[in-house]
C-alpha cells in the first residue's frame, strides 16, 4: 500500500509521483517486498507477480493501457509467467532433446478481487509455442505494433554473462520477458480480444492445432513481395516513411547502446575485480607488521568485499539491458507495421494502375484511337482491322476485367485504408508506452547508478577507518 | 654473537631492537663511557641532541625512568618532534633556467629556524637536482652509521619522460621536499653543518668539494671490504629480512595499483563511447531527448571524475611507492656497511688477540676504535630503524587514506551528477503533469 500512495492516478495516466527517490529507496529495502507484491488501484487489480523494482517501469507502461477504452484482457484475468523447468522429450525428428518449458499461470480477476485464494489455472509451454503465438498476431493484426519475446539467443553478453541457453539466469531473464510479453498483449487494446490468445493461456493441449487450423500461414506475406514492395512502391505515406526511418533510428541506436554497454561492464568488471589483489597482498604485509597489522587486514577485507560488490551490480543493470532489448526488438515490430503500409500501397498501386491499362485498352479497342503505343495497335495499322465479332468479344472481355478491376481497386483501397487508419493508431499508442518506458528505464538506470555509488563510497570508507587504525 | 669473540668485549648485539635505546637518548652501562668519551669514532660531529647526553648518574637514573615515555616518543617522533621542532624547511615554486650550455630546474627552498647553529631565523635559497644530491652524498660519507632518506631517481631517459613536464616536476620536487623534511627532522642529520650549508649559503660552491669527496668514500669502502662477517647479530638478520619482504609486498602493491590504472583507461575509454551514443540518440528522439541527453551528460561526468582519479593516483600514491623501494635500498645499504665494519672489527681483534697470546702486547688502539665504531653503528642503526618504521607507518597511513580518499571523492561526484538529473528529470515530470491537469 505504501508503494501506492506514491503513486499519483490521473485518468489516463500513470506516472511516478514527486516522491521518487523515496519510492526507489523504500523499494529497495527487503521488508518492502512484501508490499510490492499487490499493487491495489482503484477498479483495477494488477496481478500478483513477482514484483522486482526493474520490471515497475514496465509495469507501470502495462497499467497505463488498462485504463484506456476497451476492455482488455487483463483486466479480467491476472496472468503470470511463474517457473520454469527442464523437459526432456522427442522433438519432430525423432530425437531425444532437452528444452524448457515455463508455467503460465491464470487466475480471474474477480476471485482476487474477493480475496478467494483460488488456485490458479496453470499449463506449461515452450518457447516456441510462444513464437508461434506471435507469429500469429503478426500476420493475424498487421497494423499493430506487436510486442516482442525475449530473445532467441543470448547475445550482447560481456564475458562474464554465459551464452548458453541452458543457464539458469538467462532462463530466469526469459521468464520474466516471456511474462511480460503476455503482459504487454494482454493489456492491448486490440491484441487483447484475440480468441487464440485466450486458447493459449487456458488450453495446454491442442492449441497447436487450433493455430495451424486459422490457416494464418497462408495468409502471410512472402518475403519477396514484401522486399519488392518496398522497392517499387511510389506513394507511400509520408508518416509512414519517417516511421521507418525512426525505426531503423531506434533499432541502430539501441543496439549501439547495448554493445557499448556490455564493453562498459566487462571493464568494470575487471577494475573492481583487480581490486581484490590489495585484500591479498594486505593481508600478507599485515603478517610482518606489529601495529600496522590489525588496520591492515582489515582494510584487506574491505577491498575483498569492493571486489566481489560488482557481481550484483552488474546483474542488476542486466535488467535495464532487457528493457533496452525490449525496445530493440520493437523497433523491428514497429518497421514490419510500416513495411506492411507499403505493401498494401503497392497492391492499390498495382491493382489502379492494372485497371487503367485495362480502361486504355478498352477506350483503343472501342474507339480506334490509338493513344500509346501497343502490339495490337501497330498490327490493326499493318494488317488492318480485325472482324466485329471477335472485337466484340474482346471488348466484352475487358468490360468484365474492368469492372472486376474496380472491385479490386476498391478492396485495396479499404485494405490499404484501413490499415494506414489503425495502424496510425497503434503507433501513436505505441509512441507513448515507448516514451514513458525508457524514460523510466533511464531514471531506474540513474538510481543504479546512485546505488554504487554509495556502496563505493561504504566500502571506500570502512576501508579508509581501517587505514586510520593503522 | 660468535662463539670466537672474547667476552670482555661485551656489544650490544644481543638484546632485541625495542629494549635498545639510543646512547643519546637513554644510558646503558657500557654506551655511556662511548658517549662521555671520545666523540670521534663514528659520531656526529657537534652539538649534542635536543635529549642530552647522561652525563650524570642521577640524570641516568631519571633516563631508565622515563624509558616507556622515551620509547613511546621514539615510535612516534612526529609527536615529539610536533612540540619540540625548531627546524623547518620547504621546497617549493620550482622554475626553469635557461643558458646557453643547459637548461635546468630550480627550486626554493626556505628554511625558519630558532636554532643556534643558525645565524638567521630565516633563509631562502634556489637549489637544483645537482645540490640536493651533493647534499645527500655529503651525508652519508659524513654520516655512515646513519640512515639517509632516499631521493628521486636522478636519471631520466630522454625521449621517455619529459623532464620539464608540469607533472614530473611537481612529483620531483614534492620527494625532494620528503627528503629535506626527513633529513630536518633527524635528531643527528639536522644538526650536520653540511645541511647548515645547503640550506644556508647562496652559492654552493661544490665542485671541487664533490670530486674530493668522492674519493674519501671510495677509501672508506675500500677498507672495510676484505673482512668477512662470522655472524650477524639476530636484530639485524631481521632487518634484512624484513627489508627483503617488504621490498616484495610493496613490489606488488606497485604492479597491483598499475594495473587498476590500466583497467580504469580501458574503462574510461568505453565509458566515453558510451556516453557519445546516448547523445547521439537523443537526437533522433523529441520526448525522451531530454532524459537521454541528462544521461550522456552524466555519463561524461563520471569520466571526467574518473580521470582525476588516475591522475591523482598516479601523481600522489605510485611516486610515495617508488620513493619507498629507493628507502629500503638505502637501508639495506646502512645494514651492509654496518655488517662490514662489524667483520672489520673481528678480524683485527681476532688478529690482535693472536699477536697477544704470542707476544703479550696490549690491545691495539684501533682495534677499541673498530670497536666503538661498531657500537655505535649498531646503536645508531637501531635508533634510525626505529625512526624508520614509525616514519613508514606513517608515511603509509597516509598514502592510503589518502587513496580511499580519492576513491570516495570520485564516486561522492559520480553520485551528485546522477541525483541532479534524477531531480532534473523529475522536475520535468511535475511540470508536464501540472500542464496536463490544467
Redo the contacts between chains.
Keep these: 500500500m505504501s508503494l501506492l500512495n506514491s503513486y499519483?492516478v490521473?485518468p489516463g495516466?500513470w506516472?511516478?509521483g514527486?516522491d521518487?527517490?523515496g519510492v526507489w529507496s523504500r523499494c529497495l529495502t527487503p521488508e518492502d517486498h512484501h508490499d510490492t507484491q499487490v499493487l491495489m488501484m482503484p477498479e483495477m487489480l494488477l496481478s500478483h507477480i513477482d514484483l522486482s523494482l526493474r520490471f515497475l517501469p514496465m509495469l507501470c507502461g502495462v497499467t497505463a493501457q488498462m485504463l484506456e477504452e476497451g476492455s482488455t484482457l487483463l483486466r479480467r484475468m491476472e496472468i503470470c509467467v511463474a517457473e520454469a523447468e527442464k523437459r526432456n522429450g522427442k522433438n519432430t525428428v525423432n530425437m531425444q532433446e532437452t528444452f524448457t518449458v515455463y508455467l503460465v499461470e491464470t487466475r480471474p480477476m474477480d476471485a482476487v478481487a474477493e480475496g478467494r485464494n483460488q488456485a490458479p489455472d496453470s499449463l506449461w509451454r515452450r518457447y516456441s509455442e510462444f513464437e508461434l503465438l506471435r507469429n500469429y498476431l503478426l500476420v493475424t493484426y498487421p497494423y499493430i505494433v506487436v510486442p516482442p519475446l525475449p530473445e532467441k539467443r543470448a547475445e550482447f553478453v560481456w564475458h562474464k554473462l554465459s551464452a548458453d541457453n541452458m543457464d539458469p539466469d538467462f532462463v530466469e531473464r526469459r521468464r520474466v520477458g516471456l511474462e511480460n510479453f503476455l503482459l504487454r498483449v494482454a493489456s492491448h487494446p486490440v491484441l487483447s480480444n484475440d480468441k487464440i490468445l485466450h486458447h493459449f493461456l487456458i488450453e495446454e493441449h491442442g492449441w497447436k492445432e487450433v493455430v495451424y487450423e486459422t490457416g494464418f500461414q497462408a495468409k502471410a506475406d512472402s518475403r519477396l513481395r514484401a522486399l519488392s514492395a518496398t522497392f517499387r512502391v511510389r506513394n507511400p505515406d509520408k508518416r509512414f516513411m519517417e516511421m521507418k526511418h525512426?525505426s531503423d533510428?531506434?533499432q541502430s541506436?539501441?543496439s549501439?547502446?547495448l554493445r557499448?554497454?556490455a564493453?562498459?561492464a566487462?571493464?568494470?568488471y575487471?577494475?573492481y575485480k583487480?581490486?581484490g589483489?590489495?585484500g591479498r597482498?594486505f593481508s600478507?604485509?599485515s603478517a610482518?607488521e606489529k601495529?600496522?597489522g590489525d588496520?591492515l587486514q582489515s582494510?584487506g577485507h574491505h577491498m575483498d568485499a569492493y571486489a566481489a560488490s560488482i557481481d550484483d551490480i552488474l546483474e542488476e543493470e542486466e535488467h535495464y539491458a532487457d528493457q533496452l532489448k525490449e525496445y530493440l526488438f520493437y523497433a523491428e515490430a514497429l518497421r514490419a507495421v510500416c513495411r506492411k503500409h507499403e505493401l498494401t500501397q503497392f497492391e492499390f498501386e498495382m491493382a489502379s494502375q492494372e485497371l487503367v491499362s485495362k480502361k486504355q485498352q478498352h477506350e483503343e479497342l472501342s474507339t480506334g484511337i490509338v493513344r500509346t503505343f501497343s502490339f495490337k495497335g501497330m498490327t490493326n495499322k499493318l494488317f488492318g482491322q480485325e472482324a466485329p465479332e471477335q472485337r466484340e468479344a474482346r471488348l466484352k472481355l475487358l468490360e468484365d476485367l474492368i469492372a472486376e478491376g474496380e472491385e479490386d481497386v476498391q478492396e485495396k483501397t479499404v485494405e490499404c485504408g484501413e490499415h494506414v487508419e489503425r495502424a496510425w493508431v497503434d503507433m501513436h499508442r505505441f509512441k507513448e508506452q515507448k516514451?514513458k518506458d525508457?524514460?523510466e528505464a533511464?531514471?531506474n538506470?540513474?538510481?543504479m547508478?546512485?546505488s554504487m555509488?554509495?556502496k563505493?563510497?561504504q566500502m571506500?570508507?570502512n576501508?579508509?577507518e581501517c587505514?586510520?587504525k593503522? | 654473537m660468535s662463539v670466537g669473540a672474547p667476552r670482555s668485549l661485551a656489544s650490544s648485539g644481543q638484546k632485541p631492537i625495542a629494549e635498545i635505546l639510543h646512547p643519546l637518548s637513554a644510558a646503558e652501562e657500557q654506551l655511556s663511557v662511548t658517549v662521555g668519551g671520545d666523540k670521534e669514532a663514528g659520531l656526529t660531529n657537534g652539538t649534542p641532541v635536543e635529549t642530552s647526553s647522561p652525563a650524570s648518574t642521577s640524570s641516568l637514573l631519571n633516563r631508565l625512568q622515563l624509558d616507556d615515555d622515551l620509547e613511546a616518543d621514539i615510535r612516534d617522533p612526529y609527536a615529539e618532534a610536533a612540540e619540540t621542532r625548531d627546524l623547518f624547511v620547504t621546497v617549493d615554486d620550482p622554475k626553469k633556467h635557461v643558458s646557453t650550455m643547459e637548461t635546468y630546474i630550480t627550486y626554493r627552498v626556505s628554511t625558519k629556524t630558532s636554532r643556534v647553529e643558525f645565524d638567521l631565523p630565516e633563509y631562502c635559497v634556489r637549489r637544483r637536482y645537482q645540490d640536493f644530491d651533493w647534499l645527500r652524498i655529503k651525508l652519508e660519507d659524513s654520516q655512515p652509521t646513519h640512515l639517509i632518506p632516499p631521493l628521486p631517481e636522478k636519471f631520466v631517459m630522454k625521449g621517455v619522460v619529459d623532464r620539464f613536464s608540469e607533472d614530473f616536476v611537481e612529483t620531483r620536487m614534492k620527494a625532494l621536499d620528503k627528503f629535506l623534511k626527513r633529513v630536518a627532522d633527524h635528531p643527528v642529520l639536522s644538526f650536520n653543518p653540511h645541511l647548515n650549508t645547503f640550506l644556508t649559503t647562496k652559492d654552493l660552491n661544490k665542485r671541487q668539494g664533490l670530486a674530493l669527496l668522492s674519493k674519501v668514500g671510495e677509501s672508506v669502502k675500500h677498507v672495510a671490504g676484505g673482512y668477512k662477517l662470522r655472524a650477524r647479530p639476530a636484530e639485524f638478520g631481521a632487518m634484512g629480512e624484513y627489508l627483503d619482504t617488504f621490498n616484495q609486498k610493496l613490489g606488488t602493491i606497485d604492479r597491483i595499483a598499475q594495473r587498476i590504472l590500466k583497467e580504469q583507461s580501458e574503462y574510461l575509454t568505453e565509458l566515453r563511447e558510451y556516453g557519445t551514443v546516448y547523445s547521439s540518440w537523443a537526437g533522433s528522439e523529441d520526448e525522451l531527448r531530454r532524459p537521454l541527453e541528462g544521461v550522456g551528460g552524466c555519463v561524461t561526468t563520471c569520466c571526467g571524475a574518473l580521470e582525476d582519479l588516475g591522475d591523482g593516483m598516479s601523481q600522489d600514491i605510485l611516486p610515495v611507492l617508488r620513493e619507498y623501494v629507493l628507502y629500503i635500498e638505502s637501508m639495506k645499504s646502512v645494514l651492509r656497511k654496518r655488517d662490514q665494519s662489524q667483520a672489520e672489527y673481528e678480524g683485527r681483534l681476532e688478529a690482535a688477540v693472536l699477536r697477544k697470546q704470542e707476544d703479550r702486547t696490549p690491545m691495539p688502539l684501533e682495534v677499541e676504535k673498530c670497536q666503538d665504531k661498531v657500537e655505535c653503528f649498531n646503536a645508531d642503526l637501531k635508533a634510525d630503524w626505529e625512526r624508520w618504521q614509525s616514519n613508514k607507518r606513517h608515511d603509509f597511513k597516509q598514502l592510503l587514506t589518502g587513496m580511499a580518499d580519492k576513491n570516495i571523492n570520485h564516486y561522492e561526484k559520480c553520485q551528485a551528477a546522477w541525483e541532479s538529473l534524477i531531480t532534473l528529470l523529475q522536475d520535468k515530470q511535475t511540470e508536464d503533469k501540472t500542464s496536463e491537469t490544467n
Aim: net charge positive; with cysteine; charged share 25%.
Design positions: 499519483r490521473c495516466h506516472t511516478l514527486p521518487i527517490k525512426y533510428e531506434l541506436h539501441t549501439q547502446l557499448a554497454r564493453r562498459v566487462d571493464r568494470l575487471g577494475v583487480v581490486h589483489n590489495y597482498v600478507e604485509w610482518m601495529e600496522m588496520g582494510a516514451d525508457l524514460r533511464l531514471i538506470y540513474a538510481v547508478q546512485i555509488c554509495k563505493g563510497i571506500w570508507s576501508a579508509k587505514f586510520l593503522m
